[in-house]
Each structure stands twice: as C-alpha cells, then as structure tokens.
C-alpha cells in the first residue's frame, strides 16, 4: 500500500516591483541616452533589465533591445516611450 502525504500549499511568491524613483531614474536616463545615440544606452538598458526582471514589466522590454542590437537609437527611443506610457511609467 501506498501512504499518500498532504503537503501544505506554499503561496507563489509575486515578484515586487523594483523601487519606483530608482526605475524612473533608469528610464529617463535610458531616454535621454537613445535620443543623444550614445552607446551607454545598451549598458543602460541591461541595467534596467536587471532591475526589472521577474516582474511582469520585464517581457515588454524586449523589442527595446532587439532595436539597441541593431543600433537603431531612435526606433529603441520610441518603442521605450509606448512601453512607458502603456505601463503607466512616463515621467
């Protein structure tokens, strides 16, 4: 026979969201990098990666860096303000 053992459901933790002035401050300076077309932005842009991931803002960055890989400064800029202003996030 075999004993079946009741095991206590442990809630799933929900990621918090990172701290709202630091995660402003990262966007902004992520903008003002893309719209100078400086190369910092990429570094810029994995740091708010870092800062973001696990929450649910984190998939939408996505197509923000596919633009930063080919360089395109301008398209990552617009597609980083519609993803702010779809999150809510606009300075």
């Known amino acids: 026979a075999t004993t079946v053992t009741a095991v206590a459901a442990t809630p799933i933790p929900v990621p918090s969201l990172p701290d709202p002035g630091r995660l402003q401050a ?3 300076e992520l903008q003002q990098l893309l ?4 190369f910092e ?6 740091e708010l990666c870092s800062l973001l991931h696990g929450s649910h803002l984190h998939p939408g960055l996505g ?4 633009q930063l890989q080919q360089l395109d400064f301008k398209a990552a800029g617009t597609l980083l303000q519609q993803w702010r202003a779809q999150q809510a996030l606009e300075s």
């Open 26 to 28: 990262l966007l902004g």
């Open 35 to 38: 719209a100078d077309h400086m």
């Open 41 to 46: 932005a990429m570094d810029k842009y994995e």
């Open 63 to 66: 197509p923000v860096g596919e």
